[in-house]
């Protein structure tokens, strides 16, 4: 133990301060500087780290490149642990080898969709465009790009650049409706709470196909949050509030493990029912 403490304490420095899950007291980050931090680890020039290839029933059936790292840390997030701990999980895959594997498993289980997830789809941007590169050869019908919002808020080009992709359909998911309650659900600094309304407002303007969802479910998200949220949606656009995929929370492993850490008992949380509180 000594020797170990010693070595922690030889190694002290910035990647100490790597975020891993959300505790109480955390110190909120900016979730820009984890983005480029997370990249650090699960991405290499046009290559970025996946765990798995397979199909699954969302979205009526689709093919699933899993992917390592993100740049929130979500307290109900289901992902798995390499969320948390990208050193230790995935090989890199180039984007054509991955695409590759992503068609291989949408022909093994018949689906025409193709997807990745698990982690942040926009980290590793050139991995990412480099892949709708190579989604265009192929013959599956629509690729479902699911983000956080952060990077593409962030960058008004990174939307441009998707703009020329035919077939590609972006799926926004925010996590709050107000910049506390973004922050006590991220981990992220409050500043960061427009970044995904950012991005929505960018994907409209530059006419790409998308459309929003955000987890309201009631046990984690208050009943006057998640008017602000409609609110706030509707200034943009009205059809967006319309149109909003209401997400609900599932006790999945890892989130079970992540609400724990964060101090709350998600027993009490998963068998309280879904009755709105605010
Ligand atoms: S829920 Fe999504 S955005 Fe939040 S930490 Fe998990 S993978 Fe990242």
């Known amino acids: 133990m000594a020797h170990y403490l010693r070595r922690r304490s030889a190694l002290a420095g910035p990647k100490w301060s790597y975020p891993r899950f959300l505790m109480l007291g955390f110190k909120p980050f900016d979730p820009l500087w984890l983005a480029r931090e997370t990249e650090r680890i699960a991405c290499s020039g046009d290559k970025r780290k996946y765990t798995a290839f397979y199909a699954t029933g969302v979205y009526a059936g689709i093919a699933t490149g899993y992917v390592v790292g993100c740049c929130l840390r979500c307290f109900f997030c289901w992902s798995g642990f390499e969320r948390d701990f990208p050193e230790f999980f995935g090989r890199f895959y180039g984007p054509e080898e991955a695409m590759k594997c992503i068609l291989a498993a949408a022909r093994r289980y018949g689906v025409d969709k193709a997807r990745i997830s698990g982690g942040e789809p926009t980290l590793c941007r050139e991995h990412l465009l480099g892949l709708l590169e190579a989604f265009q050869e192929t013959d599956l019908r629509l690729f479902i790009l ?73 046990r984690l998200m208050p009943r006057e949050e998640r008017q602000q949220l409609l609110r706030r949606l ?13 997400e609900i929370c599932d006790p999945y492993e890892t989130t079970l493990v992540r609400m724990t850490a964060y101090g709350l008992d998600p027993a009490e949380l998963f068998l309280a029912g879904l009755g709105r509180e605010s």
């Open 234 to 246: 509707e200034e943009i656009d009205p059809f967006l509030a319309a149109n909003l995929e209401e």
């Open 146 to 218: 699911e983000t956080n919002g952060i990077l593409l808020g962030a960058d008004r080009s990174y939307v441009r650049a998707l703009s020329r992709f035919e077939r590609v359909h972006v799926r926004v998911s925010l996590k709050a409706g107000t910049p506390e309650g973004f922050t006590a659900r991220t981990g992220a600094k409050p500043e960061a709470f427009e970044l995904p309304f950012r991005a929505i407002e960018a994907l409209l303007d530059e006419g790409v196909s998308f459309h929003v969802a955000a987890m309201t479910d009631p």
